[in-house]
């Protein structure tokens, strides 16, 4: 099997239009430092634990699903960055209402709808980055590199707002959103593959869609469990950390801030580096090294103490759930259809990351309860350890070779 080169119709596009691919990548995902990292203080404050705990949960919950459509509608679009612009500003529309102060009841409902709207952000835009830089032979990594960079200053500069209104931030994200959207206009166009490929039958696959590709691959799927465990590891971290950080370490809230940024810059190196990275390794050894990666930073966790030793721990984010997440998404770029590839993004993000989420608010309140945040840490630093072992046990002993090496075409 070789690797699927895409087509579209974005043809050569002037430097203005990949400049605007870079402020849309850093917009996108720091839309999601906004509702994860900030968004969970202001429920904090504004409703008993069980209520914020529950309003938390909802968000998750809705991306185990929602992103699906979006990626079929994606697929079956004339313009993958169509579907991205209604779903940025239908999410602009329903966070900003999160700031009016309604009951708990209509707060569960704007929540589950602002998700639904937010869920196909990170597939979406990998899809569309990925997709015109393998045609266009441009260099993905610094692309990616404004996403982590969108996250972390945006976390940074919001978490000074939240200590005195919080209510900043959706202000913030509204002018984010109407920015995002511009950026998408001006960009790269890439095209939706199943509106002019064609099935046996003479239909479009926009017609006649079969997941079974996609459900079948395995090996696909071998990379989204152990992406859950490193997701739900992670989901944990952000969920009852930043209460360690102030109420055990005695910390600011700002300092929670720093400390994602610090956190997501440990990703800049491997974006960098991600042509060539998997250009010269294959899949399973990235991805063992990812797992060894995790298991560290969560024992390392367990045992400092110190503000200092924590934010420099915190680099090795570049070793952990975004390498297996880029495994996952490189997979699916050198051998789904390009008729199923945003679809079969947005799946890897609804399980890797939407049940891992689920899994870090209920199960991860349950271990924090029983064993406190560093007990979790050291928790957490073991089950990614035994992961270690089952891919070792499992992927290494796969003879495919899909694992064994990249396929790339003449082109590459």
């Not at 996250?151 to 200590?163: K, P, R």
């Not at 110190?306 to 070793?319: H, P, V």
Request: with cysteine; net charge positive; hydrophobic share 45%.
């Amino acid at each position: 099997m070789t690797m699927n080169v895409n087509a579209s119709n974005s043809g050569k596009c002037g430097k203005g239009s990949i400049v605007c691919l870079y402020i849309a990548n850093a917009l996108v995902y720091a839309f999601n430092a906004l509702f994860y990292c900030l968004l969970p203080i202001y429920f904090n404050d504004q409703f008993p634990p069980t209520e914020a705990g529950i309003l938390l949960s909802i968000g998750p919950a809705v991306s185990i699903i929602a992103p699906v459509f979006w990626g079929m509608l994606a697929d079956r679009a004339k313009y993958k960055n169509t579907i991205l612009i209604c779903s940025v500003l239908c999410s602009a529309v329903f966070f900003f209402s999160l700031g009016c102060g309604a009951g708990f009841f209509p707060m569960c409902i704007l929540v589950g709808l602002t998700m639904l709207f937010m869920s196909p952000f990170s597939g979406l835009i990998d899809t569309i980055t990925l997709e015109y830089t393998g045609e266009h032979h441009v260099a993905y990594g610094p692309i990616r590199v404004m996403g982590t960079l969108g996250f972390g200053v945006i976390s940074l500069i919001s978490s000074f707002f939240a200590g005195t209104s919080i209510k900043a931030i959706f202000y913030i994200f509204v002018c984010m959103a109407i920015l995002c959207t511009v950026s998408l206009l001006l960009g790269p166009k890439v095209e939706g593959h199943a509106r002019k490929e064609t099935d046996g039958t003479g239909k479009t696959k926009a017609e006649n869609v079969d997941l079974k590709p996609l459900l079948h691959a395995k090996r696909l799927w071998t990379i989204v469990g152990f992406m859950l465990m490193c997701q739900f590891a992670y989901s944990y971290y952000c969920n009852y950390f930043p209460s360690y950080l102030r109420d055990t370490l005695h910390q600011p809230e700002w300092v929670w801030g720093l400390n994602v940024l610090i956190l997501v810059c440990g990703e800049i190196p491997f974006f960098f580096l991600y042509n060539k990275l998997f250009q010269k390794c294959d899949i399973r050894t990235i991805l063992l090294a990812a797992l060894i990666g995790s298991a560290v930073r969560y024992l390392l966790l367990g045992v400092s103490s110190s503000l200092a030793a924590i934010i420099i721990i915190n680099f090795l984010t570049g070793f952990l759930v975004t390498v297996v997440t880029y495994c996952g998404a490189t997979y699916i770029t050198r051998y789904i259809a390009p008729s199923l590839q945003a679809t079969g993004q947005n799946l890897m993000y609804c399980i890797g990351q939407g049940i891992a989420r689920v899994f870090g608010g209920i199960i991860g309140g349950m271990i924090n309860e029983a064993y406190g945040t560093g007990g979790g840490m050291y928790l957490f630093g073991g089950m990614l350890a035994l992961s270690c072992v089952i891919c070792g046990v499992i992927v290494f002993r796969d003879p495919s070779p899909e694992w064994k090496k990249p396929q790339m075409t003449d082109k590459d």
